[in-house]
């Protein structure tokens, strides 16, 4: 299946970033329907493909723009204001095109590069239920095909976000010596499939459930070597985990925004209360400046994680000083970011009053969305990270790195 077409390849961040603020502002009004109705945002994924954002971080040898961690943190939460789950689909397709800079082989990159650029959005294939990712133990298995070099490929995948409307589906797999790596899959090849059975009450548009691959027939050319291991200097997991904090803001934003609206609006003076709307009562003009207060200093840790990371692989050379404060800056921003989505999205309620819960304002979203969210990494993890760091100075390892 060829990939869809563009109109236009971005050239920097700068320009990046208005594309999202144009496209968010279409977005933002179907976002309380397709959330009700679990529909699947085909239409907005469409136009985010044929807008070039997909190649904003293809290197500019290759001609993408190579835009920043700063840039492109902006456009995660841009888009998350607008719609949670349309950012979070694209939160894997930008770990790949990482994946494919740190480990594709010349030719692989010269193909894919080429495919983004042309609008390809991959997809996800990571996670599996019932293993120990802690020991690595995966189901999913590459076997070589008699007389050919091709391999197929076997196994069973969850939380596949985004998988059944991509171009391409990256399989974390093992090859046939037991080393990982993955496979990227094009849709439409015969054995790969897609359950409906994503059921979660949050990002119910990310259409995150399984992908089935049965004999799914991959060219060598199509497999790459997965890059990283436990100990090796990196920054690629503070880079993904950042777009994650980067969705945490852009949904505390949108609550914070849709309860001042609603109170604006709707919400009535309380019986005791000396004033005639409830937007001049006083405590609550503090309790929601006091909520305002956290979500602006989420934003502020957000981009202090994105400069940090920025300024980490500013050198051709890693420097593990650099590393180790690009990771503590992104740990602190997701740890709080989290903490403030959640709370911004319940606190909405309290200030919007008993009429605020019906289901026909769709209000509930922002709190499904980032309770569901940000499960993805327990905060108590980033909390130990920065603590240990403080009290015995050890640098982040694992997946922070």
């Given at each position: 299946m060829s990939a869809p077409s563009v109109t236009d390849v971005l050239t920097d961040g700068a320009e990046a970033v208005r594309v999202a603020e144009d496209l968010a502002r279409g977005f933002a009004p179907g976002a309380r329907d397709r959330d009700r109705d679990r529909l699947v945002p085909d239409a907005e994924l469409r136009q985010i493909a044929a807008s070039g954002l997909l190649g904003v971080t293809v290197?500019?040898?290759?001609?993408?723009?190579?835009?920043?961690?700063?840039?492109?943190?902006?456009?995660?939460?841009?888009?998350?204001?607008?719609?949670?789950?349309?950012?979070?689909?694209?939160?894997?397709?930008?770990?790949?095109?990482?994946?494919?800079?740190?480990?594709?082989?010349?030719?692989?990159?010269?193909?894919?590069?080429?495919?983004?650029?042309?609008g390809a959005r991959f997809g996800n294939a990571m996670s599996e239920r019932g293993v120990d990712r802690r020991k690595g133990e995966t189901s999913t298995s590459l076997r070589p095909l008699d007389g050919t070099t091709d391999l197929l490929l076997n196994g069973r995948k969850y939380y596949t976000t985004g998988a059944s409307t991509a171009d391409w589906v990256p399989v974390k797999t093992r090859d046939p010596d037991g080393a990982d790596a993955v496979a990227f899959v094009e849709r439409g090849t015969p054995g790969l499939s897609f359950g409906e059975d994503w059921s979660a009450l949050g990002q119910r548009g990310t259409h995150s459930g399984s992908t089935l691959l049965t004999d799914v027939r991959v060219p060598v050319e199509q497999i790459v070597g997965w890059p990283y291991d436990g100990e090796e200097l990196r920054t690629a997991g503070a880079a993904g985990q950042l777009l994650h904090a980067a969705i945490d803001v852009g949904i505390a934003e949108a609550a914070l925004a849709a309860a001042a609206e609603y109170v604006r609006t709707r919400t009535r003076a309380y019986a005791d209360s000396p004033w005639e709307r409830a937007a001049d009562e006083h405590h609550l003009i503090n309790d929601v400046g006091r909520q305002a207060v956290q979500v602006r200093a989420a934003r502020a840790l957000l981009?202090?994680?994105?400069?940090?990371?920025?300024?980490?692989?500013?050198?051709?050379?890693?420097?593990?000083?650099?590393?180790?404060?690009?990771?503590?800056?992104?740990?602190?921003?997701?740890?709080?970011?989290?903490e403030t989505a959640v709370t911004t999205a319940s606190e909405l309620f309290s200030y919007a009053g008993t009429s605020a819960t019906d289901e026909e304002h769709g209000l509930d979203r922002f709190w499904r969305d980032a309770r569901t969210h940000t499960l993805h990494d327990p905060t108590r993890w980033k909390h130990h990270h920065i603590g240990n760091h403080v009290l015995n100075g050890v640098a982040p390892r694992g997946p922070l790195l």
């Open positions: 290197p500019r040898a290759y001609g993408g723009a190579d835009v920043g961690h700063r840039s492109l943190a902006e456009i995660f939460r841009v888009l998350a204001v607008a719609d949670a789950s349309i950012s979070q689909v694209l939160q894997n397709h930008f770990v790949f095109v990482r994946v494919l800079r740190d480990r594709g082989a010349p030719a692989q990159q010269q193909f894919f590069f080429a495919e983004v650029l042309r981009e202090r994680a994105a400069d940090a990371v920025d300024t980490a692989e500013a050198d051709p050379v890693l420097d593990a000083g650099r590393v180790a404060e690009a990771s503590l800056a992104v740990a602190a921003a997701r740890a709080f970011t989290a």
